[in-house]
């Protein structure tokens, strides 16, 4: 079965950096992608990876090595509206969304 | 960028009413449309794959009779909840790819919250 496992919660401090990793096993690979979703809200999107390496858009960075079958979004001098679910998605070889269950990132002063 | 649109944002309906939800892609055109479901503190389950002038596609368990999905425009797919129940209460979120394949992402409405009284 196709599967994406991500830690259920994690906690950091305002400032620091925090590294949410993400592991997938799924029938074929067309991407990874990471969606932040505050509460009550719908996600929206942060990053894509489909090469092997490290993608960095300004604060929040995303690496993936597909041998591995693993990625991370790492973020950088968080900020208390930091404070969400991250979810890790993949796109399988049908081009459909395998979605992880999400990471509740909450951030202390 | 792109932007999809989601209507309404909230609604309070007494049971064995249905509801219609409303998901127009406001500066791309769409033929896939999708509809999730989220209940609180859950991930994002996906209930049905919306094809612009054709049948939509059902996941696994979801009542395709209860849940009305109509894509007649390729800026525009609908979600009505027929006969809702309590347990229907739930985040309803609509999302479209702008592109075909490729890395074009999901962009998500701002969801539905839907409460059955």
């Known amino acids: 079965g196709q599967n994406i496992d991500q830690p259920t919660e994690m906690t950091a401090t305002e400032g620091a950096i925090v590294q949410i990793n993400c592991t997938y096993q799924?029938?074929?690979?067309?991407?990874l992608f990471w969606y932040q979703q505050h509460a009550g809200e719908a996600p929206t999107f942060l990053s894509y990876?489909?090469l092997d390496g490290l993608e960095e858009k300004g604060r929040f960075s995303s690496f993936l090595s597909r041998s591995k079958g693993y990625s991370y979004l790492l973020l950088k001098e968080l900020q208390m509206k930091d404070s969400a679910s991250y979810l890790c998605?993949?796109?399988?070889?049908?081009?459909?969304?395998?979605w992880g269950a999400g990471t509740k990132l909450i951030i202390k002063p | 960028g792109a932007v999809v649109s989601q209507h309404p944002s909230r609604v309070i309906c007494k049971s064995g009413t249905s509801v219609k939800i409303e998901c127009r892609s406001l500066?791309?055109?769409?033929?896939?449309m999708f509809w999730y479901r989220q209940f609180p503190k859950q991930s994002l389950m996906l209930m049905a794959t919306?094809?612009?002038?054709?049948?939509?596609?059902?996941e696994q368990g979801v009542e395709k009779d209860k849940f009305l999905i109509n894509h007649a425009s390729l800026t525009l797919s609908t979600l009505t909840v027929t006969s809702a129940h309590p347990e229907d209460s739930s985040f309803y979120i609509c999302?479209?790819?702008?592109?075909?394949?490729?890395?074009?992402?999901?962009?998500f409405g701002n969801g539905t919250r839907l409460t059955v009284t």
């Open positions: 999302s479209a790819n702008e592109g075909v394949k490729g890395n074009s992402p999901l962009h």
């Open positions: 500066d791309f055109q769409a033929t896939t």
């Open positions: 919306s094809n612009e002038g054709s049948k939509a596609t059902y």
């Open positions: 799924t029938s074929g690979f067309n991407g």
């Open positions: 990876n489909v």
């Open positions: 998605a993949v796109r399988d070889s049908n081009y459909q969304l395998i």
